[in-house]
Structures are given as structure tokens and as C-alpha cells.
């Protein structure tokens, strides 16, 4: 299913675990880390960041795909999410992964074991909203 190696898959969890470290999560203590694997083999990572505003919140994910687009990266190979029981991206994380390939293919690392699973985001998100359900505007 996934078209990245078993180095990269390790690669690209431990790198995800790393960021886990780095969480600020004092009020949920819920700590998510997040790796995304550019094109070009270079790794942007990103951490949860909560606020005493719980809807000003940020998940791991939009972290690091937020960091990547600022870094000027449009496309990537994979996603490592790291959490305690290697749970998937909500809802709103899935929707934001998918603007950039739905194709991509997901790890999910859990903390407690090091246990990993792969499944592509089409496969989280399936029937998503894109750009092509816009309205064309003429």
C-alpha cells in the first residue's frame, strides 16, 4: 500500500515521536507530534499547541503542514502522527492533510507500544470536499 520504504516509515515515526516531546499540552496532557517527509527527503515536524481558549487550540498536523507550506513545500511523500494509542487525525486535520493528496499515506505511532499502522488519508477521509465541489466563478 505505501510507497515509502520501511527506513523512511522509521524515519519519518521517530521524527513524529520527537516532536510528541515538544507539545505544549497542559490542559487535555493529550501530546500529539507530527512529521511530514518532503519530495525532496527533508522532514518538517510539528507539535500540538493548546490554549487556555480551547478553540484556539492547533493539532500537531496543521503544525507541521502549515510549517511545510510556509517552507514553501506544496507536495509530500508521507505523514507519521505520534500519540498515545496511535490515534488518527480529527476530522478538521483530515479535511487540511487532503488539500495537499489524498493519496498520501498516513503513520499512526503509538507511544505506549511503538506500534505502527499505514493506511492512505483517502482511506480516513473518504467522499472528501475539494476544489472540485467549489462552484467554478466566472
Same mark, same amino acid.
Request: with cysteine; charged share 15%.
Given at each position: ?7 523512511? /516509515?522509521?524515519?519519518? &515515526? ?5 516532536? #510528541? !516531546? =515538544?507539545?505544549? &499540552? ?7 507530534? +507530527?512529521? /511530514?517527509?518532503?519530495? *525532496? ?10 490554549? @487556555?481558549?480551547? !478553540? $484556539?487550540?492547533? #493539532?500537531?498536523? =496543521?503544525?507541521?503542514? +502549515?510549517?511545510? %507550506?510556509? &517552507?514553501?513545500?506544496?507536495?509530500? =511523500? ?8 496511535? %490515534?488518527?487525525? #480529527? !476530522? ?13 499515506? /498516513? /503513520?499512526? %505511532?503509538?507511544?505506549? *507500544? !511503538? @506500534?505502527?499502522?499505514? #493506511? ?12 472540485? *465541489? $467549489?462552484?467554478?466563478?466566472?
Amino acid at each position: 500500500m505505501s510507497s515509502l520504504s520501511n527506513r523512511r /516509515i522509521e524515519q519519518l &515515526a521517530l521524527s513524529a515521536v520527537d516532536a #510528541c !516531546g =515538544r507539545a505544549y &499540552a497542559p490542559y487535555s496532557k493529550f501530546e500529539v507530534g +507530527a512529521a /511530514i517527509l518532503m519530495q *525532496d527527503g527533508q522532514v518538517i515536524t510539528g507539535c500540538n499547541v493548546e490554549n @487556555a481558549s480551547y !478553540g $484556539l487550540s492547533i #493539532c500537531a498536523e =496543521r503544525v507541521a503542514a +502549515a510549517a511545510a %507550506v510556509s &517552507a514553501g513545500y506544496r507536495k509530500w =511523500r508521507g505523514v507519521a502522527i505520534a500519540s498515545v494509542g496511535g %490515534v488518527p487525525p #480529527c !476530522g478538521a486535520c483530515r479535511q487540511f492533510l487532503a488539500e495537499f493528496g489524498l493519496n498520501t499515506p /498516513i /503513520i499512526l %505511532v503509538n507511544l505506549i *507500544d !511503538g @506500534a505502527r499502522s499505514v #493506511c492512505n488519508l483517502s482511506e480516513l477521509l473518504p467522499r472528501s470536499f475539494g476544489s472540485g *465541489d $467549489l462552484p467554478e466563478i466566472t
